[in-house]
């Protein structure tokens, strides 16, 4: 595994975990079962039980991301590296 960024991340300090494109954390969101639908700038959620209403920014921050891992039920990770949330689709 190389140690060099990804292209979706930009990182924020040494150490610390950096922020993700917004099309690539809806992506790794409908890779696990979210549903998402988007109404202007509002993006509807929904999974389950859950249902939210998010604006997102263009890129999504480590508070936000891991909000949503705890909130779907998706392991943080995936959100750093979309590939391993795709190996997870049927």
């Known amino acids: 595994m190389s ?4 292209d979706n991340v930009l990182p924020l300090a040494a150490g ?3 922020s993700v494109k917004k099309d ?3 992506e790794v969101l409908v890779a696990h079962g979210v549903s998402v639908v ?8 929904s999974k389950g039980n ?4 998010q604006l997102f920014p263009a890129r999504l ?5 891991h ?4 909130r779907f039920d998706i392991p943080i ?4 590296h979309p590939e391993a949330a795709k190996k997870q689709q049927p």
């Open 77 to 80: 990770y995936h959100f750093y």
């Open 50 to 53: 859950v249902i939210e209403v």
């Open 16 to 18: 610390e975990p950096g």
């Open 38 to 45: 988007h109404k202007g700038n509002k993006v509807i959620l």
């Open 67 to 70: 909000r949503l891992a705890r």
């Open 3 to 6: 140690d060099e960024p990804h």
């Open 61 to 65: 921050h480590r508070r936000m991301l």
């Open 24 to 26: 690539v954390a809806l």
